[in-house]
């Protein structure tokens, strides 16, 4: 049945530029999903906030989705960390530009905008599904860094939403120790764009290889371990002068357009004696990440925590080996020797090891890209997964009516 299906990302605008601030995983999650469960029938709208003011307020992507964003007062980028005392403000122009009853179903994502749901929830009584995307209990145990807020906020949505999406089995596995009685959980991975696929697989025999990053260029995304390992590789002298670390992410404001060198201090020293051989390419398309991917050696994701591993996922879809953290989904999104290596979180002399390996072992990993296309077209199709959370929403809508004629 068609469906007006209600999306929340607060600080994830869909159509903002991957690897820009506050742009990466979810917002691909988003623009993806609201694309796909389009070809189901439905029509998808998304709130979130109204971060470049030079953006329309309304804009419509595909053939039935749009972004709706709202200002709260604050028409200009907001860290996320200060959006908190936003939501007032936001869900009051929310209900002003919307008919929140017009919509089936109310999707939230990260727990800012869960706590939005929530409201929408006591409000409408709309049937209400949530994704985390990462979970403070997750962030706590990678960095140390506690959120009490965030996490009372999210045990309360996480108790009280009608349905959980979790992405991976470790996340539902988390939810569980963390919740003492958490709403159901349904696991529906992420999906990659078909922009992802494998397009030329002689990336090991050519001269020039290098390894790619994408993501935030922060230090709980591994930046500075990868530049640390890298530094480690090309002091033992038995590489290639030609091989190169790519990063992709970060905006005009983080990189010099000229020189391809971070703007950052910290990160700049961080690459002293290595300008020629590390190169910051900005934030990228996903055509254009797809044939980074395609052509690297090997992708580095080396976070302390991810709840998924979008990047991994992606870069897996173009056939090409992943070294990841064991750490969060990445445990699951790359099978350990079978599509990628798996390292211990911060340790630089671990993944340097596992760059090298993938370096000088050819046929070791051709045999790990051949392996991650098939597993990540198994298992991270955008077609197979929205149809997965068409019937998921059909159920909750359907219950929550059954209660309804109950009562």
Excluded at 385 to 406: C, F, G, Q
Aim: glycine content about 6%; overall charge positive.
């Amino acid at each position: 049945m068609q469906k007006n299906i209600l999306f929340i990302s607060d600080h994830g605008d869909p159509l903002a530029p991957l690897g820009s601030e506050q742009a990466g995983g979810q917002n691909n999650y988003v623009k993806q999903l609201a694309l796909s469960l389009e070809k189901e029938g439905n029509r998808v709208d998304v709130i979130t906030h109204w971060c470049n003011p030079l953006d329309p307020q309304i804009e419509n992507f595909g053939y039935s989705c749009r972004v709706i964003r709202i200002g709260a007062g604050k028409k200009t980028y907001v860290p996320k960390s200060e959006l908190y005392d936003l939501l007032p403000a936001f869900y009051k122009e929310m209900k002003e530009t919307i008919d929140i009853n017009t919509y089936d179903l109310v999707h939230t994502h990260y727990w800012l905008s869960g706590l939005l749901g929530s409201y929408v929830k006591a409000d409408y009584m709309i049937p209400w599904v949530h994704t985390n995307h990462s979970l403070a209990v997750a962030k706590e145990e990678a960095t140390g860094i506690s959120e009490p807020v965030r996490l009372f906020t999210e045990k309360m949505i996480l108790s009280s939403v009608d349905s959980i999406v979790a992405t991976t089995k470790n996340e539902k596995n988390l939810i569980h120790r963390f919740v003492d009685n958490p709403s159901p959980i349904k696991v529906i991975p992420i999906g990659v764009d078909q922009a992802f696929r494998p397009l030329n697989r002689a990336r090991t025999e050519r001269k020039n290889p290098y390894f790619a990053f994408a993501g935030r260029l922060q230090k709980t995304k591994g930046i500075y371990t990868l530049l640390n390992a890298f530094r480690l590789l090309v002091e033992k002298n038995d590489i290639e002068p030609t091989t190169k670390l790519l990063i992709a992410g970060g905006d005009s404001e983080c990189v010099d357009s000229y020189s391809k060198l971070p703007k950052d201090r910290n990160l700049r020293a961080a690459i002293r004696g290595l300008e020629q051989r590390v190169e910051f390419v900005g934030a990228k398309s996903q055509k254009q990440l797809a044939t980074i991917f395609n052509n690297a050696t090997a992708v580095v994701v080396p976070s302390f925590y991810e709840s998924f591993g979008m990047v991994a996922a992606e870069a897996q879809a173009c056939g090409c080996p992943v070294i990841a953290s064991k750490v969060g989904g990445l445990k699951d999104v790359v099978q350990n020797k079978v599509t990628g290596l798996h390292i211990e979180k911060g340790n630089e002399h671990n993944l340097a090891q596992a760059m090298s390996t993938v370096l000088f072992n050819r046929n070791f990993t051709n045999k790990l890209g051949r392996s991650a296309a098939i597993f990540a077209n198994q298992e991270f199709n955008w077609t197979t997964l929205a149809k997965k959370m068409n019937s998921l929403y059909e159920v909750v809508i359907s219950e929550k009516k059954t209660i309804y004629v109950s009562n």
